[in-house]
Nanobody
Framework: VQLQASGGGWVQAGGSLRLSCAAS????????LGWFRQAPGTEREFVARITWSGGDTKYSDSVKGRFTISRDNAENTVYLHMNTLKPEDTAVYYC??????????????????WGQGTEVTVSS
């Protein structure tokens, strides 16, 4: 499966963005999907994930209550709705797919396929 992330940009603190990740090559329903981010000089960190059916989601503590992950299997797309953005949310955001669907894993090394990343900048 190929993943293409989009929707990043510049926003002021307190604003919102919606990231999209479009899949091609295979049905996205075959995979659990996740969003990760990486700020300069830091390691890639887990942000949110959703199981293949959309029945279960999990968030990092730093984004819980502000971000929402959702998926549309018919459209082969996963979304990350980001509200009340903070400067510390500034990073390159990556979508990823885990072919061992249903396990709901959050570690980056468990994810098999990655998109190219979309950059989010939040100014104070």
């Amino acid at each position: 499966v190929q993943l293409q992330a989009s929707g990043g940009g510049w926003v002021q603190a307190g604003g919102s963005l919606r990231l999209s990740c479009a899949a091609s090559g295979r049905p996205v329903s075959n995979y659990d999907l996740g969003w990760f981010r990486q700020a300069p000089g830091t390691e890639r960190e887990f942000v949110a994930r959703i199981t293949w059916s959309g029945g279960d989601t999990k968030y990092s503590d730093s984004v819980k209550g502000r971000f929402t992950i959702s998926r549309d299997n018919a459209e082969n797309t996963v979304y990350l709705h980001m509200n009340t953005l903070k400067p510390e949310d500034t990073a390159v955001y990556y979508c990823a797919a885990d072919r061992n669907r249903g396990l709901g894993r959050t570690a980056a090394y468990n994810y098999d396929y990655w998109g190219q990343g979309t950059e989010v900048t939040v100014s104070s």
